[in-house]
């Protein structure tokens, strides 16, 4: 039996500097599985054939901000944006790694 294959992704997760809610902490899910995170950059390990990501805000009444994505095999970074006000949605999109930005 072998083990499944994995690969680290870098996950970016940004709020905007006004936002109409405080305090609110984002929630990364992947393959279905519920992680509380922090803001800011992290690294997460997926499986290698193509997981999907989702994201969303959760602010003890509703969820919001939720944005969604299927990995390729070439997405080695993501960017998350969080939604100015708490009913919009949030968008995540492949990114070149933060240590190649300038």
Same mark, same amino acid.
């Given at each position: 039996?072998?083990? *499944?294959?994995? !690969? !680290? ?6 709020? *905007?500097? &006004?936002?109409?809610? +405080? /305090?609110? !902490? ?6 279905? @599985?519920? =992680? ?10 997926? #499986?290698? $054939? ?7 805000? &959760?602010?003890?009444?509703? !969820?919001? /901000? =939720? +944005? ?5 095999? $070439? $997405?080695?970074?993501?960017?998350? @944006?969080? #939604?100015?006000? *708490?009913?919009? @949605? /949030?968008?995540? @999109? ?9």
């Amino acid at each position: 039996m072998t083990a *499944p294959t994995t !690969r !680290r992704i870098e996950l970016t997760l940004r709020k *905007p500097w &006004f936002a109409l809610y +405080a /305090g609110v !902490r984002p929630t990364l899910v992947l393959d279905g @599985r519920g =992680q509380p995170t922090q803001w800011g950059l992290g690294t997460w390990q997926v #499986p290698s $054939d193509g997981a999907t990501v989702a994201i969303f805000l &959760f602010n003890r009444v509703w !969820r919001f /901000g =939720q +944005a969604e994505l299927t990995l390729s095999t $070439d $997405d080695r970074s993501l960017v998350y @944006r969080a #939604p100015w006000l *708490p009913f919009l @949605r /949030g968008s995540i @999109r492949s990114a070149p790694p933060a240590h190649m930005q300038a």
